[in-house]
């Protein structure tokens, strides 16, 4: 646990480091200007990137075909950087679907207390067990998209302010042994 949180702290601060002084903006402001698209959409600041994260990983979690397709429609509800939403869908990828649908799966036979079936990895097999397995899916998608997403949107909050916090510190030692010389 202490591991990933410094991996994530370092991700904030990297990606705070990146676009803090960038010679790219006015280039990413005559692009906006351009295509007239709202400057929310991809701007970097905490509640931007982290509700990016939120929305990402709650549409990454269902199984739906255009699972970007969704973030974008999902725009006009909030403000957003979609950037990083549309990144953060990926999360549900050709490898990682499988184990996703699966546990998904097993997590919403527990919770509406349904034994789990035999499950086969054949096309065959989804067909005829569609309508068994439909509802159980998608409980426990539920369950996974709400929980997770909320569960990622506070935990890069708080390691955002906390790496706020520690480079105001460090900042401050540093001007303070400045001052000392």
Same mark, same amino acid.
């Given at each position: ?22 010679n790219k903006k006015t280039k990413l402001d005559a692009f906006i200007k351009k295509y007239k698209i709202?400057? +929310? ?5 905490? @509640? &931007? ?5 939120? *929305?990402?990983?709650?549409? =990454?979690?269902?199984p739906m075909p255009m699972q970007m397709l969704a973030v974008v429609f999902t725009t006009p509800f ?41 499950? +086969? ?5 989804? @067909? &005829? ?5 439909? *509802?159980?899916?998608?409980? =426990? ?41």
């Amino acid at each position: 646990m202490c591991s990933l949180r410094v991996v994530m702290l370092y991700f904030h601060v990297m990606i705070r480091k990146l676009f803090k002084k960038s010679n790219k903006k006015t280039k990413l402001d005559a692009f906006i200007k351009k295509y007239k698209i709202p400057r +929310e959409y991809l701007s970097v600041n905490r @509640k &931007s990137i982290t509700r990016g994260l939120m *929305v990402g990983i709650f549409w =990454g979690f269902i199984p739906m075909p255009m699972q970007m397709l969704a973030v974008v429609f999902t725009t006009p509800f909030f403000r957003f950087n979609v950037p990083i939403a549309i990144a953060t869908v990926w999360l549900s990828n050709p490898v990682t679907m499988p184990f996703m649908y699966y546990i998904e799966y097993l997590t919403g036979n527990f919770l509406l207390g349904i034994e789990t079936s035999h499950v +086969e990895l054949t096309v065959h097999w989804f @067909k &005829s067990n569609l309508g068994n397995i439909f *509802v159980p899916l998608y409980v =426990g998608t539920l369950f996974y998209s709400v929980f997770v997403s909320i569960i990622v949107y506070y935990g890069a909050n708080w390691l955002w302010i906390k790496s706020v916090r520690q480079e105001k510190r460090h900042q401050k030692r540093k001007d303070n042994r400045k001052k000392k010389k």
